[in-house]
């Protein structure tokens, strides 16, 4: 099975903070990459996909990059609204696996 | 607008067994494969299963495989996971997700979750 494995577990930022979040791939997975935002007693919300693409309605705040093994989602500017927790999801081969997630909380 | 609306969750027994339901909205549904996803109290996410739009080429993670079946009906809009043999450690909500196209795309829409209790 691939692993995911994301850095940091958590992180404290402030509004208007830029923040980045890494994944990493135990092989390489190309671009099958997705990335997912969840809030507390929420279901998961889907933000990009194959690595780089926005989710229709996903602000533009929200980036993703990266190929291969390692990747990163990055909030140009943090909002009031994006403090939640953020998975990374491998689906290049099955069993599609998620990253341990990465909290992101205020300062 | 894409909805997914599940139902089937409760309390069952260790041993037992649950069908779980989510019906899509909005979509050709036959077009999309579908996936489950399970949450455990306090946990991360967990990949389930995933059925292609056909009902063919149905994946399981290890730690279900030979006990939960996913299917679908594409006339009823609806995928199901029948879950057997249940355990303690199956205890989660369950998500049901849309997949962008087939079994090899990204996640885009998802179900607000049932929650499943597997305690004596």
């Known amino acids: 099975d691939i692993q995911m494995t994301q850095s940091p577990s958590s992180l404290s930022a402030s509004v208007g903070d830029r923040v980045t979040i890494t994944c990493r791939a135990s092989?390489?997975?190309?671009?099958?990459l997705a990335w997912f935002q969840q809030k507390p007693g929420k279901a998961p919300k889907s933000l990009i996909y194959?690595?780089?693409s926005l989710q229709s309605g996903v602000p533009s705040r929200f980036s993703g990059s990266g190929s291969g093994t390692d990747f990163t989602l990055t909030i140009s500017s943090l909002q009031p609204e994006d403090f939640a927790t953020y998975y990374c999801?491998?689906?290049?081969?099955?069993?599609?696996?998620f990253g341990p997630g990465t909290k992101v909380d205020i300062k | 607008e894409v909805q997914l609306l599940e139902s089937g969750g409760g309390l069952v027994q260790p041993g037992g067994s649950l069908r779980l339901s989510c019906t899509a909205s909005?979509?050709?549904?036959?077009?999309?494969?579908m996936s489950w996803v399970r949450q455990a109290p306090g946990k991360g996410l967990e990949w389930v299963s995933t059925?292609?739009?056909?009902?063919?080429?149905?994946y399981y993670a290890n730690s279900v495989k030979g006990r939960f079946t996913i299917s679908r009906d594409n006339p009823k809009n609806t995928v199901y996971l029948q879950m057997n043999s249940l355990r303690a450690e199956d205890t989660a909500i369950y998500y049901c997700?849309?997949?962008?196209?087939?079994?090899?795309?990204?996640?885009?829409?998802w179900g607000q979750g049932t929650l499943v209790t597997v305690s004596s």
């Open positions: 997700a849309k997949r962008n196209g087939g079994t090899y795309t990204g996640v885009d829409n």
């Open positions: 194959a690595a780089s």
């Open positions: 909005g979509i050709t549904f036959i077009n999309y494969a």
């Open positions: 059925i292609s739009g056909s009902g063919g080429s149905p």
């Open positions: 092989q390489d997975i190309s671009n099958y």
């Open positions: 999801q491998q689906y290049n081969t099955y069993p599609l696996t």
